[in-house]
């Protein structure tokens, strides 16, 4: 049996090398717009005297608020003493597993195109390839699944950490009568929105490629010749 290198581009053209592609870019789409996320809330505190003073929420991946300061050092808030103050929550377990699980796809994506287009011959050549793929592809799946659940209540936590009324809850002095606390400029989250659509999707994409998968083992080969057995007809020899 030959196991070398083959260069084929065939398999691109058909389901099962042309979805892996997909699910390729995808992954990059889900881990990329959530990894490298920053953003700014700007509070607006209205002090009871007039004045107005301006605080920055800075937060970012992982979204481990409690360690962000919000006010980093002792400082005087409309004629109140404040100290050092950290935001509320922490969303890093739910970022961290919908990132690793990204980049986990994103590698065996890689690998499994290097396969079909080099060693597509000692794929089929085999069950093992093929069950193992199918294998690894059913528990992608749930992982999506999985991963993105937890990142959408993740990123909901961060947003509710990061609200006018998260950052009341925060500052003591927000719940006084005579001042107010208002987050006047939000940073935008289009991008995180969208990695937990793109997490979905990769979902619903590595499930759709479980068929073409499974229709590469032998259970689907086995199931077809029974199917086709019985209505066989034989052929008469010739007398």
């Given at each position: ?9 065939s ?9 892996k592609l ?9 881990f990329?717009?959530?990894g490298?996320y ?16 301006t ?6 991946y ?13 400082t005087?808030?409309?004629?109140n003493?404040?100290?050092t103050t950290?935001?509320m929550?922490d969303s890093?377990s739910a ?7 990204g ?19 000692v ?5 093992f390839g093929p ?5 690894i ?9 999985v991963?993105s659940?937890?990142?959408a209540?993740g990123?909901?936590?961060?947003k509710?950490?990061?609200d ?6 925060t500052?003591?002095?927000?719940k ?20 937990v ?20 083992t032998?259970?689907?080969s086995q ?17």
């Open positions: 049996m030959m196991t070398g290198f083959r260069l084929n581009l398999p691109l053209k058909e389901p099962l090398g042309f979805v997909v699910e390729w870019l995808t992954a990059i789409f889900a990329g717009s959530c490298g920053v953003g700014r809330n700007i509070i607006s505190i209205f002090c009871g005297d007039g004045r107005n003073e605080l920055n929420a800075n937060f970012h992982p979204f481990r608020l409690s360690q962000v300061p919000l006010i980093a050092e002792n005087t808030i409309c004629n003493s404040v100290s950290h935001m929550g890093a970022a961290e597993f919908f990132v690793g699980i980049i986990i796809c994103f590698l065996y994506s890689m690998i499994a195109l290097l396969v079909y287009l080099g060693y597509m011959h794929y089929k050549d085999s069950d069950i193992f793929d199918l294998v592809t059913a528990i992608l799946v749930f992982l999506w699944l991963c659940s937890a990142w209540k990123l909901q936590n961060v509710d950490a990061t006018t009324n998260g950052i009341s809850s500052l003591a002095f927000c006084g009568g005579n001042i107010t606390c208002e987050v006047t400029e939000f940073a935008s989250m289009r991008t995180l929105n969208i990695s659509m793109f997490g979905y999707l990769n979902m619903f994409v590595w499930a759709g490629n479980s068929w073409f998968v499974y229709k590469e032998r259970w689907h199931k077809f010749s029974s199917q086709a057995g019985p209505g066989r007809q034989q052929i008469p020899a010739p007398i």
